[in-house]
């Protein structure tokens, strides 16, 4: 899944959802306590939807969150090591004349 299939699976979700409310004739209460299983089963199948993305987009977010505190723990301990004076290592590739 990538985030336009989320963004379309959070959009429909919503619609699915609120289609009952918006059209409640078209969902006659015909259930023996006043409800419709068309607009439970819409109802219900919009919020999975809904869930799907949200949690697409969470683990999304999540992902991109400790990638930034991954960074900044690195510029901060690379900080605290100048601050010592103590040696860095070296990184690959390093132009080491350069002065």
Same mark, same amino acid.
């Given at each position: 899944?990538?985030s336009l299939?989320?963004?379309f *699976? +959070?959009?429909?979700?919503?619609?699915?959802? %609120?289609f009952?409310?918006a059209?409640p004739? @078209?969902?006659?209460?015909?259930?023996?306590d006043?409800s419709?299983?068309?607009?439970?089963?819409?109802?219900l199948?919009g919020?999975?939807?809904?869930?799907?993305a949200a949690? *697409? +987009?969470?683990?999304?977010?999540?992902?991109? %969150?400790?990638?930034q505190?991954?960074?900044? @723990?690195?510029?901060r301990a690379?900080r605290?090591a100048?601050d010592q004076?103590?040696?860095?290592?070296v990184?690959r590739g390093?132009?080491?004349?350069?002065?």
């Open positions: 899944m990538n299939n989320a963004a *699976f +959070f959009l429909t979700g919503t619609i699915m959802h %609120l009952p409310l059209l004739g @078209r969902f006659p209460a015909n259930g023996i006043g419709n299983a068309q607009a439970l089963w819409l109802q199948m919020s999975v939807l809904v869930g799907v949690f *697409f +987009f969470a683990a999304r977010f999540r992902v991109i %969150l400790q990638l505190m991954e960074a900044f @723990r690195g510029v690379r605290a100048q004076g103590a040696m860095l290592p990184e390093a132009n080491l004349l350069r002065g």
